[in-house]
Every structure is written in structure tokens, then in C-alpha cells.
């Protein structure tokens, strides 16, 4: 046991009495990690900007437009259905989420279990792959937090491509 410590100080003194070592496993990394820690301070999760559009006016709407404005780094537009894809395609919104008229009573129905489950309708640009993964997962956590409570899920979305129909 002797000759093994002896051998593991002899090996720790060699290595600390060569400097250019010393500099490249010890110091070297930590100039890199501070040097970049200052270049990107601040530089924190971009956030979502949506465009949302309400056809419905119901207070379930309104519930689940606090929902999504209640989630961190979402920040909601108001507008109409056209002006909310538009708005997504020219690339001043991530995305577009339409309530369609009736989404209230769909969720009501829900609810109950007589019936589907509500639909939201969420536009990506297809264009823009990463973003539309970041989209998805944030509707699929507010949409969860919604769907709460064991039973089938009450609200679903449904993709839309980005140009719809006419």
C-alpha cells in the first residue's frame, strides 16, 4: 500500500511541476467556460409569440386563453383568424391558434362524456421545423394541465398546414 501512495504523490508532484500540463487541464477550461459565460449572459429561452384568434367568445375560450397566457415566455397577439395566419406566414407570430366557434359547448359536451373532445386549431410555417417543435410542446403542456383529472381528454389540437383552405 506504501509503494502505491508514494507512487500516486510522485505522479501528482511530476504533473504539477510541469506547468504547460497544469495550464492546458486546469486553466484552459476554465478561461474557455467564463469567457463564454460572458459572451452569452443573458442570452435566455427566446420566447413564443402567438397569434391567437377567438371565434368562439365563450368563457371556456377565455379560460384557456388565461391558460396560455399564464405560461412562461408566451406572449399572446388578439387577432382575427386571417389576420392571425397571416401574421404566423410573414413571420411576426410563431404561430396561430384559432378557437373555432362552438369550442364552449364541444367542451361542455366533453366534459360530460356525450361527446368528442374539443378541438383547438394550431398553424405552424412548415418552414420552420425546430420552432413548430417548440410549439407543439408548449400547446401539449397547457393543453395537459387543462385535461387534468384521469378522464379522456377534453380539448385536442389538431394541426392546420399553413395555408388553409379557402
Not at 37 to 51: C, K, M, N, P
Request: proline share 5%; net charge neutral.
Amino acid at each position: 500500500m506504501r509503494a502505491l501512495t508514494a507512487l500516486t504523490i510522485a505522479n501528482v508532484r511530476g504533473f504539477l511541476r510541469d506547468r504547460a500540463a497544469v495550464f492546458w487541464t486546469l486553466a484552459f477550461p476554465l478561461i474557455f467556460i467564463f469567457l463564454f459565460g460572458f459572451i452569452f449572459q443573458g442570452s435566455g429561452g427566446a420566447g413564443l409569440d402567438v397569434a391567437w384568434a377567438d371565434e368562439d367568445a365563450s368563457p371556456a375560450s377565455a379560460q384557456l386563453r388565461t391558460a396560455f397566457a399564464a405560461a412562461e415566455g408566451v406572449e399572446l397577439t388578439d387577432q382575427d383568424r386571417a389576420a392571425a395566419i397571416a401574421s404566423m406566414r410573414d413571420g411576426e407570430a410563431d404561430t396561430a391558434i384559432v378557437i373555432p366557434a362552438g369550442y364552449g359547448a364541444g367542451l361542455a359536451a366533453a366534459g360530460s362524456g356525450t361527446g368528442a373532445p374539443a378541438r383547438i386549431e394550431v398553424y405552424t410555417d412548415p418552414s420552420r421545423q425546430q420552432l413548430q417543435g417548440s410549439v407543439y410542446q408548449v400547446v401539449g403542456s397547457v393543453l395537459g394541465i387543462v385535461n387534468l383529472g384521469g378522464r379522456p381528454p377534453m380539448v385536442v389540437r389538431s394541426r392546420r398546414p399553413s395555408r388553409p383552405r379557402t
